[in-house]
Nanobody, 117 residues
């Protein structure tokens, strides 16, 4: 099983980044996909999630209207488009695959997002 995030980096406040997460080794379309983040000294928090078909999604209140989660089941990939980034968005962002039917989940290694001038 592989869960690989990419797209992180350093961006100025107000800028944008697009994170990608490509998975292999399991049936992507059977897993709800989530993005979490963890800032230094803070607990990991759920940022966004998207259902199996991509027809429904949810967001942390502080990112609503700025972040958009999407998925491509043909490419086994989930995305997180992040706009209007703020310094408080600085964190390591993790991709998480969750199958509630079989209670199985997989995590990526994370990608660093730093928002600073």
């Amino acid at each position: 099983v592989q869960v690989a995030e990419s797209g992180g980096g350093l961006v100025q406040p107000g800028g944008s980044l697009r994170l990608s997460c490509v998975v292999s080794g399991f049936t992507f379309s059977r897993y709800e996909m989530r993005w979490h983040r963890q800032a230094p000294g803070k607990e990991r928090e759920l940022v966004a999630g998207i259902t199996l078909s991509g027809g429904d999604w949810y967001y942390l209140d502080s990112v609503k209207g700025r972040f958009t989660v999407s998925r491509d089941n043909e490419k086994n990939t989930v995305y997180l488009q992040m706009n209007s980034l703020k310094p408080e968005d600085t964190a390591v962002y993790y991709c998480h695959a969750w199958n509630s039917n079989i209670q199985r989940n997989y995590w990526g290694q994370g990608t660093q997002v730093t928002v600073a001038s």
